[in-house]
């Protein structure tokens, strides 16, 4: 069984950083991506950034330059750096781990509240 565990969230001033942490265990397939989405009430769960184990990056156009993901393969972890905050970041942050291997398998950690109040 796969568990995701995410920490790091919390309250931060408008142009303040925080830092986002999860750590997977469980039986992982090693080539997989992980990423951190985000979900503010009334809105659907988007893409923030995502990190495959080869280190290939994606970023949300809202976040580009601003938050940076990185992981460590050997510790199944990611991190995600969030500077310059602003109140459009608030929400709730999930990590997720996801690879393809004949199926697809996709794994969600319990959501992080980030607030910036504005």
């Known amino acids: 069984q796969v568990q995701l565990v995410e920490s790091g969230g919390g309250s931060a001033q408008v142009g303040g950083s925080l830092r986002l942490s999860c750590a997977a265990s469980?039986?992982?397939?090693?080539?997989?991506?992980m990423g951190w989405y985000r979900q503010a009430p009334g809105k659907q769960r988007d893409m923030v950034a995502a990190?495959?184990?080869?280190?290939?990056?994606n970023y949300a156009d809202s976040v580009k330059g601003r938050f940076t993901i990185s992981r460590d393969n050997a510790k199944n972890t990611v991190l995600l750096q969030m500077n310059s905050l602003n109140p459009e970041d608030t929400a709730v942050y999930y990590c997720?781990?996801?690879?393809?291997?004949?199926?697809?398998?996709?794994?969600w950690g319990q959501g992080t509240q980030v607030t910036v109040p504005s």
């Open positions: 997720q781990l996801e690879w393809i291997r004949g199926s697809r398998y996709v794994y």
């Open positions: 990190i495959t184990s080869g280190g290939s990056t």
């Open positions: 469980g039986i992982i397939f090693g080539i997989n991506t």
